[in-house]
């Protein structure tokens, strides 16, 4: 119980941070925050392994992909060439998708669901 407490308090903190830097509502702030540490969690999980993410494309249409960002299961050939630029990212998750044997990345309000493999 005491771990939901926290979780709660991590996202009212980003909100609340929103708020400030943004001008934005506490409700649309709210809404990113949860979002945005949805986002997070998803990118440790990525870390650890493969997970199954279901998303949102650009184009509208809804698509699954067995997805890591754990560098031993990407391919030695299509690791990144240039380090991470993991600031750069914040509403974005860039990823590589075992599915397709190919970098993609997704936007966190195109996030449908995500589960461990």
Known sequence: ??????FRVLVMQKAWNLVKEEGISLS????DA???VRLQALKALMKLGAV????R?????ITTRKATRNMDLVPAEKH???GSRES??????????????AW????SENLISFSIL
């Open 1 to 6: 119980m005491k771990a939901l407490a926290h």
């Open 28 to 31: 649309q702030a709210l809404k």
């Open 34 to 36: 949860w979002a945005l």
């Open 52 to 55: 199954l993410v279901t998303f």
């Open 57 to 61: 494309k650009v184009n509208g249409e």
């Open 80 to 82: 990144p060439k240039y």
């Open 88 to 101: 750069e990212y914040i509403w974005t998750l860039p990823f590589f998708s075992l599915t397709d044997n």
């Open 104 to 107: 993609r990345s997704l936007k």
